[in-house]
């Protein structure tokens, strides 16, 4: 059930709505069905990659279908979904459960919360990706290289002030982190821009 929107600057969001694994109506087998919920993926590269998927409904006992997206996206993706108490459907003669009320949900998804999940490639075999995301103390910083490289971190707010800055290398081929603690960050969206020479890649996170 696929919904597809793009904003002023060329990113693409996608709505879906997958089954929820290890969800169950409850209902006797064969009618046993699994939940769904609407969740909100995005790409910065025309479709190449994708962010991870965000439950943008998050119940695991509503049945969210049918979501539809304005196509054009500016601070928030807005969706609209379909959403019931079972999954399947009641239409008579043959319904799978009780009739019961369907509610139609809007929200206003905050586009910043999904393109930050995605993993900027920097160069080949180079990515960055910041988790939790939001985050409340502590993010970690993860970035898999496939070769020695010296890489400057920088965190950046909003204002795009310089908040912190690190000098990392990277002596091997693999995956290296960096814990940082923003407890005395103020709430809000923050650019982690990692730099390689004349290169600036930058990803965002959220700080609750």
Same mark, same amino acid.
């Given at each position: 059930m696929p919904s597809v929107g793009i904003d002023a600057t060329g990113n !693409?969001?996608?709505s879906y709505c997958p089954l929820i694994e290890g969800t169950d109506s409850g209902n006797l087998s064969p &009618? %046993? +069905?699994?939940?769904?919920?609407?969740? &909100?993926? %995005?790409?910065t590269d025309n479709g190449a990659t994708w962010s991870a998927g965000l439950n943008i409904s998050?119940?695991? +006992? =509503?049945?969210? *279908? +049918? /979501?539809?997206m304005a196509k054009? *996206?500016? %601070? /928030?993706?807005s969706l609209l979904w379909q959403q019931d108490g079972s999954p399947g459907y009641s239409v008579p003669p043959n319904g799978e459960h009780a009739i019961g009320n369907n509610d139609y949900v809007y929200a206003c998804a905050d586009k910043t919360l999904v393109l930050s999940s995605i993993n900027e490639v920097l160069i080949d075999g180079v990515s960055v990706s910041v988790f939790p995301n939001p985050a409340s103390s502590n993010i970690v910083i993860s970035y898999t290289v =496939?070769?020695? !490289?010296d890489l400057v971190v920088e965190i950046r707010n909003i204002m795009g002030q310089v908040v912190a800055n690190f000098n990392k290398k990277a002596d091997a081929k693999g995956v290296h982190s960096m814990n940082v603690n923003i407890e005395k960050y103020s709430s809000g *969206?923050?650019?982690?821009?990692? !730099?390689?020479?004349?290169? *600036? +890649?930058s990803t965002k996170f959220v700080k609750n």
């Amino acid at each position: 059930m696929p919904s597809v929107g793009i904003d002023a600057t060329g990113n !693409i969001f996608m709505s879906y709505c997958p089954l929820i694994e290890g969800t169950d109506s409850g209902n006797l087998s064969p &009618l %046993a +069905f699994s939940y769904r919920n609407v969740y &909100l993926t %995005a790409s910065t590269d025309n479709g190449a990659t994708w962010s991870a998927g965000l439950n943008i409904s998050d119940s695991q +006992f =509503d049945e969210a *279908v +049918f /979501c539809s997206m304005a196509k054009e *996206v500016d %601070a /928030c993706v807005s969706l609209l979904w379909q959403q019931d108490g079972s999954p399947g459907y009641s239409v008579p003669p043959n319904g799978e459960h009780a009739i019961g009320n369907n509610d139609y949900v809007y929200a206003c998804a905050d586009k910043t919360l999904v393109l930050s999940s995605i993993n900027e490639v920097l160069i080949d075999g180079v990515s960055v990706s910041v988790f939790p995301n939001p985050a409340s103390s502590n993010i970690v910083i993860s970035y898999t290289v =496939d070769k020695q !490289i010296d890489l400057v971190v920088e965190i950046r707010n909003i204002m795009g002030q310089v908040v912190a800055n690190f000098n990392k290398k990277a002596d091997a081929k693999g995956v290296h982190s960096m814990n940082v603690n923003i407890e005395k960050y103020s709430s809000g *969206v923050y650019t982690v821009n990692t !730099i390689m020479g004349d290169k *600036v +890649f930058s990803t965002k996170f959220v700080k609750n």
